[in-house]
């Protein structure tokens, strides 16, 4: 009887909270204004994120952050593709898309 109960439990993988336009306006609104990543850099990790491109993303941020380099779409797409990371982060029209999803950074 028991194997009986066992083909009727299905597996269920929780996936854990996230929002991918949250994501999505963090790294358009530091790449509008780079200043926003002052106050990201203490609460925000390139691990918090659920995308694993956004995390790639985010941590190439803040790499050319740290070496004072401005952060734009032309640097972080240079520094992504120095890394081989320019495929698992969506490639170029996607670090553009970015941009354009947002249209201010006051919301970070």
């Known amino acids: 009887m028991a ?3 066992d083909k009727n439990v299905t597996s269920t993988t929780k996936i854990p909270p996230h929002n991918i336009e ?3 306006a ?4 530091v790449l509008i204004n780079n200043e926003a990543l002052n106050s990201l850099m203490d609460i925000l ?8 491109a ?3 993303l985010y941590e190439g941020m803040l ?3 740290t ?3 401005p952060i734009d779409v032309i640097t972080l797409s240079r520094t992504i593709a120095k890394k081989g990371l320019t495929e698992k982060t969506g490639g170029n029209e996607y670090l553009a898309s970015l941009v354009d999803a947002v249209s201010t950074s006051a919301g970070i």
């Open 63 to 65: 790499e050319l952050y």
């Open 26 to 29: 963090v790294l358009g609104g």
């Open 67 to 69: 070496i004072g380099e």
């Open 45 to 52: 990790a390139p691990g918090d994120f659920y995308r694993e």
């Open 22 to 24: 949250a994501e999505q």
């Open 3 to 5: 194997r009986a109960k």
């Open 54 to 56: 956004h995390a790639f």
